[in-house]
C-alpha cells in the first residue's frame, strides 16, 4: 500500500499569510494526488486533482503542485475560511490511501 | 445541481448489520465511478470501497474487506454499502463521494454524510 504523509499535522496562521503543506508518498504516485478541505460538520470540498489543477470554483490563492513523490499545497493570503483541515490523497493504486491531515488553525 | 444524499446509518450492535443507500441527481449516474469514505470520531479520512461506473470492478479497504460490499443500481442512480460484523472500530460518519471523470482525479462531489455507531 502507498502511504502518504503531510507536514506539519498542525500550523497556526494569521490571515493574510502564505502556509504551505508538504504530501510526501511512499513510492512514486505520478501527478495522481488531490487534495481536500475540511471543516467539521460539513461535506469534504474538493480543491485540486492531478496534483495541481485547480478544481472549477475554487479561489486561485490555492495552489497544488508536485508530481512523484513530494507534493505541496500553498494557500496564499490565509483568508478566515480557509481554517480548516487539509487532506492529501492518492489515486495512483487501491486502497486509496489519504494522508493523516493538516490542521490550519488561526493564531 | 449534482447533488449526493447518504441514509441507513443508526445505531447497532457489534457483530450486526447495516446497510447505507446513496441517493443522487443532477448528473448522469451511470458514467461516474463512487465511493465510500469515512471518519471515525477525532480521526482523518479513510477510504473504505470504489465501484466502477459500470460495475466491472469494486475495491474496498483490507479493514473491510469481507465484511463490507459496496454495490450500486444504475436505474436508480443510487449506491449502497452493505456492512455485516460491524466493529466499534467501524463507528464513523460515512460518506458517498463521486469520482470527478477519471479514477485518477479524486472525488469531486461528496454528501453531507451518514453516521453509523456501533456500541453494546
Known amino acids: 500500500d502507498i502511504q502518504l504523509t503531510q507536514s506539519p499535522s498542525f500550523l497556526s496562521a494569521s490571515v493574510g499569510d502564505r502556509v504551505t503543506i508538504t504530501c510526501r508518498a511512499s513510492q512514486g504516485i505520478y501527478s495522481y494526488l488531490a487534495w481536500y478541505q475540511v471543516k467539521p460538520g460539513k461535506a469534504p470540498k474538493f480543491l485540486i486533482y492531478d496534483a495541481s489543477t485547480l478544481q472549477s470554483g475554487v479561489p486561485s490563492r490555492f495552489r497544488g503542485s508536485g508530481s512523484g513523490t513530494e507534493f505541496t499545497l500553498t494557500i496564499s493570503n490565509l483568508q478566515p475560511e480557509d481554517f480548516a483541515t487539509y487532506y492529501c490523497q492518492q489515486l495512483n493504486s487501491y486502497p486509496r490511501t489519504f494522508g493523516q491531515g493538516t490542521k490550519v488553525e488561526i493564531k | 445541481e449534482v447533488q449526493v444524499v447518504e441514509t441507513g446509518g443508526g445505531l447497532v450492535k457489534p457483530g450486526g448489520s447495516l446497510r447505507l443507500s446513496c441517493t443522487t441527481s443532477?448528473?448522469?449516474?451511470?458514467?461516474?465511478?463512487m465511493n465510500w469514505v469515512r471518519q471515525a470520531p477525532g480521526k482523518g479520512l479513510e477510504w473504505v470501497s470504489s465501484?466502477?461506473?459500470?460495475?466491472?470492478?469494486?475495491h474496498h479497504a483490507e479493514s473491510v474487506k469481507g465484511r463490507f460490499t459496496i454495490s450500486r443500481d444504475n436505474r436508480r442512480n443510487a449506491l449502497y454499502l452493505q456492512m455485516d460484523s460491524l466493529r466499534v472500530d467501524d463507528t464513523a460518519v460515512y460518506y458517498c463521494?463521486?469520482?470527478?471523470?477519471?479514477?485518477?482525479?479524486?472525488?469531486?462531489?461528496w454528501g453531507q454524510g451518514t453516521t453509523v455507531t456501533v456500541s453494546s
Open positions: 463521494a463521486r469520482d470527478h471523470g477519471s479514477e485518477f482525479y479524486g472525488m469531486d462531489f
Open positions: 443532477g448528473f448522469i449516474f451511470s458514467s461516474y465511478g
Open positions: 465501484i466502477s461506473s459500470g460495475n466491472e470492478y469494486r
